[in-house]
């Protein structure tokens, strides 16, 4: 009931030729991929390029991250409607380097939640603990905070609109991924709380997970009944290994793993 969603974070990596040669080379591997959907974050410069190439293939774009107003004097920024200009239809919002290296607090994720949603576009909402939080037993707190702030304003008719992506922060770029057992416990309790905000919508809204998803890991962590598709990085990077994830429910084989 709920189509796995699988999504590239490209960070800042590929120019405009090389974005256009992943996504030429992964259309043609998905071409006749059912059930899944497939997602590319490229940085900014790709987008309007890509999308004229992806138009007429199944592959959807993401903004890697926006700014909460409409217009205006924010030097360096860019706006939703910018996004949707150039194709996007997701934008992942509150990235865990968004939060830690640019200064993202709770209550800016939320405004930029509700401006994405107001705008007709999907936010990817990332939530995650850092490994002092984990360590601390503070997990569930963290992710009750990071939750509660950014859906405040989302209203359950919007909520399906949502996709959120739960990213241990020391799993993320680490090559350390959360046992399947692990994520499995958090995205629970996301589901859990997304039940306590938005009832029973709460089984329609697809849950990523995110920190080092490889070929080799895919399959296992893809198993686990909340975890609803996967936000990756360094392994998005090449062609192969992504559309190695893409295809998560093949066990991995010996050259996957
Ligand atoms: C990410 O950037 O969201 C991420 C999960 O990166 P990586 O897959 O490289 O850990």
């Known amino acids: 009931m709920r189509v796995p969603i699988i999504a590239a974070n490209w960070k800042m990596h590929k120019r405009v030729g090389e974005a256009l040669r992943f996504a030429e080379q992964l259309s043609v591997m998905i071409q006749d991929l059912e059930g899944v959907e497939v997602v590319l974050a490229p940085p900014f410069t790709a987008l309007g390029a890509l999308k004229e190439a992806v138009a007429s293939t199944p592959i959807e774009l993401a903004g890697q991250n926006v700014h909460a107003e409409p217009e205006g004097a924010f030097t360096g920024e860019i706006s939703i409607s910018m996004l949707a200009d150039v194709g996007c239809r997701y934008v992942i919002v509150g990235h865990s380097e968004r939060r830690q290296l640019f200064g993202e607090t709770n209550e800016l994720v939320a405004r930029k939640v509700a401006a994405v949603l107001k705008a007709g576009l999907r936010p990817i909402l990332c939530v995650g603990e850092t490994l002092e939080?984990?360590?601390?037993?503070?997990?569930?707190?963290?992710?009750?905070?990071?939750?509660?702030?950014?859906?405040?304003?989302?209203?359950?008719?919007?909520?399906t609109e949502l996709v959120l992506a739960y990213e241990p922060i020391w799993a993320i770029?680490?090559?350390?991924?959360?046992?399947?057992?692990?994520?499995?416990?958090?995205?629970?309790?996301?589901?859990?709380?997304?039940?306590?905000?938005f009832g029973t919508t709460a089984d329609r809204i697809r849950i990523q997970y995110g920190g080092s998803v490889k070929p080799s890991n895919a399959y296992s962590l893809m198993a686990q009944p909340d975890v609803d598709g996967a936000l990756v990085g360094g392994a998005s990077l090449d062609p192969e290994s992504f559309y190695a994830i893409i295809q998560f429910d093949r066990p991995p084989t010996e050259e996957t793993a």
């Open 173 to 197: 770029g680490t090559g350390r991924t959360a046992t399947p057992e692990l994520a499995q416990e958090a995205h629970k309790f996301v589901r859990e709380r997304l039940r306590k905000g």
């Open 133 to 159: 939080q984990r360590e601390a037993g503070r997990t569930f707190e963290v992710l009750e905070e990071q939750l509660s702030t950014a859906l405040d304003g989302v209203a359950e008719t919007q909520a």
